[in-house]
């Protein structure tokens, strides 16, 4: 057989066979999403996402549809049972509960969100540097962190929250300023591994200064594990703002909390009143729960990545 010959039985082959190709084409012209996929492989994350995005669309949107005085007393109205103008009745000040509950849930989102960038924001800097620079200055660095996760953390929370006056700004700021440690020592152990790598190595032998690494190269490849951080720390500052709401050191009149409302709920436990307590322990419980079932899928997607 001779070279003509291949040749002519290759360009019949690929004659044939590019109608195959063009044809699968036009059956799916377009691929798989990314997202689709991921929650195929992910129902759980599915589910925390959709109930985030429930949650988030009840204390954003339900306002819109749902119009409530929250800011004066009507002692009138007072511990009324679930009925018609309030679905889930009215605590002991008068307030519609269900309107209540959108609104301690905007404050508890906000400041879980904002608490979270904050903290993590830190700790990726923090960690990037300690992380890359190896020696002692990341022993030195991480035996502070050390030192600091051994100290109470709702203990200065509350002594801070106590002294100055209580706002959504205020308490993020607090909250975030003692939530980046873990932060920090997760994106120190990501940045360990990646500063060997090829890429690396290649920038620092161009004569890449440390900033650009950091901000070029080791945290934009370590975003994985950034994200998944954002989200656990957004369900762990939505946790103590209940607490410390709870406590009664959570933010003031006329903001509400879902922490306050708990409170004061538990206060009339003896009279029945279950309307001031369970929708709001519900709340609390679901948003917790979204938020770690998302943080576990997010976090098994990027081990599966990295692997």
């Known amino acids: 057989m001779t070279s003509r010959d291949v040749d002519a039985m290759t360009t019949t082959t690929d004659a044939g066979a590019r109608p195959e190709a063009e044809s699968a084409t036009a059956r799916n012209p377009f691929p798989a999403w990314p997202v689709l996929r991921w929650s195929r ?4 994350g599915l589910i925390g996402g959709l109930l985030l995005v429930l949650l988030a669309g009840f204390c954003f949107l339900g306002p819109l549809f749902h119009h409530t005085n929250q800011t004066d007393v009507d002692l009138v109205n007072a511990a009324l049972p ?13 307030f519609d509960v269900l309107g209540r509950l959108m ?6 989102l906000q400041i879980g969100l ?30 502070l962190v050390d030192v600091m996760l051994s100290v109470p953390f709702l203990f200065f929370v509350l002594i801070l929250s106590a002294r100055f006056h209580a706002n959504a700004l205020s308490l993020s700021l ?28 290649a920038a620092r032998v161009m004569g890449a200064s440390r900033r650009r690494l950091i901000l070029t190269h080791l945290i934009p490849n370590a975003l994985g594990v950034i994200i998944v951080n954002i989200t656990f720390q ?12 709870f406590l009664g050191f959570g933010l003031t009149y006329p903001t509400a909390d879902w922490g306050s409302q708990l ?8 009279a029945d009143y279950w309307w001031l307590i369970y929708p709001v322990g519900v709340c609390i419980v679901l948003t917790v729960l979204a938020l770690n079932l998302l943080a576990d899928a997010l976090r098994d997607a990027v081990g599966r990545r990295a692997d």
């Open 41 to 44: 492989q992910n129902p759980l």
């Open 82 to 94: 679930p009925g018609p103008g309030h679905p889930l009745g009215t605590d002991t000040n008068g």
């Open 103 to 108: 609104e301690g849930g905007q404050v508890s």
């Open 114 to 143: 904002l608490a979270a960038i904050f903290a993590t924001t830190i700790g990726t800097v923090y960690g990037a540097v300690a992380g890359l620079a190896g020696g002692v200055v990341d022993g030195f660095l991480m035996r």
């Open 174 to 201: 607090v909250i975030g300023a003692f939530s980046w440690l873990v932060s920090a020592r997760l994106v120190r152990g990501e940045v360990l591994t990646l500063r060997v790598r090829e890429f690396v190595l």
């Open 234 to 245: 957004v369900a762990d500052a939505v946790l103590v703002v209940a607490a410390l709401g």
């Open 263 to 270: 409170a004061s709920g538990v206060t009339y436990i003896s």
